[in-house]
Every structure is written in C-alpha cells, then in structure tokens.
C-alpha cells in the first residue's frame, strides 16, 4: 500500500513541476522589462528634467480628483446594475463595454468632438466660462472617462457578490434601503471594491491617449514621458518612470494585502 503511494507520489511530481516551470517563466517574462530598467537606468546622474516636478504635481492632483468622482458616480451605478433587472438593461451594459473596449487615442477624439470648443457639450461649457481642453477640467474629465468604465466592471462583481439574502433580512428587520446598502451591501463588498479603486487609480495615473487628444496641456507623467522622449531621450524618462512606480503601486499593494489579511481572519 505504502509503495503504491509513494509511486502515485513520485508520478504526479513531475506534473506538478510543469505548472510551476510555466509559471516561473511566465513570471520572469513579466518582470523583465522591470529588471531591465534598473539595469539601464543611469543612477549616478539620476535627476529630473525641466518641468518634471510639474507634471508629477499635475499628475497626482488631478489623478485623485478623479478618483474621487470615478468612486463617487460608478458606486451608485455598479450597485443598480447589480441589483436590478429591468427592460433595456443589456444596451446599458454594451455602452459600458463599449467605453472600456475603445482605444484611447479613439476615445480622446471622440471627447474632443464633443467637447471641444466647437462641439455641443465644449460649446456650452464655454459659454459658461469652462474650456474643456487643454484645461484642469479637461484633464480630469478625460482621466475619468478612462478609468471610470474599469471601476464600474470591477465594483459591479463586487456587489453581485453579496447576498441577497442578507440585504432582505436587514430590510425585514426595519432598516432602510439606503442603511442596508451601507451597512450590508458595502462592507461585504469591500474586497471587490478596494480591487476596483486600485485598478482606477492606475488607469487614471497613467492614462495617455485620452489625456494627449483632449487635455495635453496641463502635462501629466504620461504625457511628459512621450515629451521627454521625443525631444531629449531615453535618459529623460528614466527619471519619470521610476516616479509613476513609486506613486501608482501603493495603493495597489496595499489594498491588496488589506484583502488578503482579511480573508485569512
């Protein structure tokens, strides 16, 4: 009996170490051009170009401006989503994809032709004495339509997560819609939403196609990166590489090892 399991043992070992081999070498092929860039990043004359500073000042201002506005229109959105059924439903969903499937560089014209000072939505705003291109609003408003499409797909799983169940008991026991939403429906989709903030946060930071078509003044990271790279070089992105790394990956890690803690309790 002994020796059958040690050979069943000995059989699935090499199985196993095919899935770990494959992953090994799928992890190296991610992690490459990270290693790579701190091979070649030229340390002893690491410093920031003219108006680096400025456009990292612009990029983490303006980034969580809109992350603000992402959480606090997808959240109402995401949760109907979930939680309703109703005729139409499904031409709702299709214009979500559609945002979230649309090349940036498409996305920002078509921001621009509405938007823009001659389209209907520019027009207006400028009237009211809001230019929306090549302005603060124009940075946010295109940094929201890039991230707000993966939000929504992020917190809507969130909240089809969550039982229905306990959102009728709580309603049976006497709260109201908007109390068994936050104290229910939110906490219990905490997880989902936190990967959801996270995964907007990124987007929103680095969103270059949208930001470059419709608002590429003020300069961001993103767009400072493409500027450096064209009229300086390599060594002028180097610089601002690292500092779009240090600021967009702690939120990620952080809320990441937030859910891990708290499915381990």
């Known amino acids: 009996m002994s020796a059958q399991v040690d050979l069943q043992v000995s059989d699935g070992l090499p199985r196993a ?9 799928t992890l190296l092929l991610i992690a490459g051009p ?6 070649v990043t030229p340390w002893r004359d690491f410093h920031f170009f003219p108006g680096d500073t400025r456009a990292i000042a612009v990029s983490l201002v303006y980034s ?3 992350l603000g506005l992402i959480i606090a229109f997808g959240t109402p959105l995401a949760w109907w989503l979930a939680r309703h059924a109703f005729r139409g439903k499904w031409l709702l969903e299709a214009v979500i994809l559609l945002a979230l499937l649309t090349p940036p560089l498409a996305m920002g014209i078509l ?3 509405l938007y823009g000072p ?3 939505a520019g027009s207006l705003a400028a009237r009211a004495g809001v230019e929306l291109t090549n302005s603060a609003p124009a940075f946010i408003l295109a940094q929201c339509y890039g991230a707000l499409p993966y939000f929504v797909v992020a917190a809507r799983a969130a ?12 309603l049976t026991l006497g709260k109201t819609p908007w109390q068994t939403f936050w104290l229910v429906s939110m906490p219990l989709a ?3 939403l936190a990967a959801g903030v996270a995964l907007a946060w990124v987007r929103a930071l680095g969103e270059f196609g949208v930001v470059l078509i419709v608002a590429y003044y003020p300069q961001g990271i993103p ?4 500027v450096n790279l064209q009229d300086i070089g390599l060594p002028a992105v180097y610089p601002l590489l690292w500092v779009f790394f240090l600021v967009a990956m702690p939120l990620p890690l952080i809320l990441g090892l937030a859910s891990r803690r708290q499915r381990l309790f």
Do not use: D, M, Q
Request: charge should be positive.
């Open 17 to 25: 170490r095919a899935p770990a081999l494959l992953g090994a070498l």
């Open 34 to 39: 990270f290693i790579g860039l701190a091979c």
């Open 64 to 66: 969580l401006l809109s």
């Open 111 to 113: 921001l621009a032709t």
């Open 118 to 120: 001659y389209g209907p």
């Open 159 to 170: 909240f089809e997560g969550v039982p229905r169940e306990l959102e009728h008991i709580a």
């Open 190 to 192: 905490r997880l989902g």
């Open 223 to 226: 767009v400072k990166l493409w």
